[in-house]
């Protein structure tokens, strides 16, 4: 069992830069991918940026070149740096784990039930 939890969600201006981190309550390892998930207002969640267990990174379309996910493996910590910020951008943002890969997942919809997830993070962008 693990526990996420995110923070740093606020409200900026667009054109602004955020971080947000999401700390897990056990040590990361190879046996999960991760990844941030956003629900805009309206819409179905849907992936944003995930790590396969193999280090592969991938990224939704709507957000590439504008943001970055990483991770502090001696602080079990996974990070999303959004720069370049659109008001299109606001909504709740979600980190999770899951066994399986994670990359079907960006983009549209979900796909399939995943495993682990925090409460999220609310991120707001003014224009």
């Known amino acids: 069992q693990v526990l996420l939890k995110e923070s740093g969600g606020d409200w900026v201006q667009a054109g602004g830069s955020l971080r947000i981190s999401c700390e897990a309550s056990?040590?990361?390892?190879?046996?999960?991918?991760m990844g941030w998930f956003r629900q805009l207002p309206g819409k179905e969640r849907e992936g944003v940026a995930v790590?396969?267990?193999?280090?592969?990174?991938g990224y939704a379309d709507s957000v590439k070149g504008r943001f970055t996910i990483s991770k502090a493996n001696d602080k079990d910590t996974l990070y999303l740096q959004m720069n370049g910020l659109r008001s299109e951008d606001t909504g709740m943002y979600y980190c999770a784990w899951d066994r399986r890969s994670l990359m079907g997942e960006l983009g549209a919809g979900l796909t399939r039930f995943l495993s682990h997830w925090g409460p999220g993070t609310q991120v707001g962008v003014s224009s």
């Open positions: 056990r040590h990361f390892d190879n046996n999960y991918c």
């Open positions: 790590i396969d267990r193999d280090g592969t990174i």
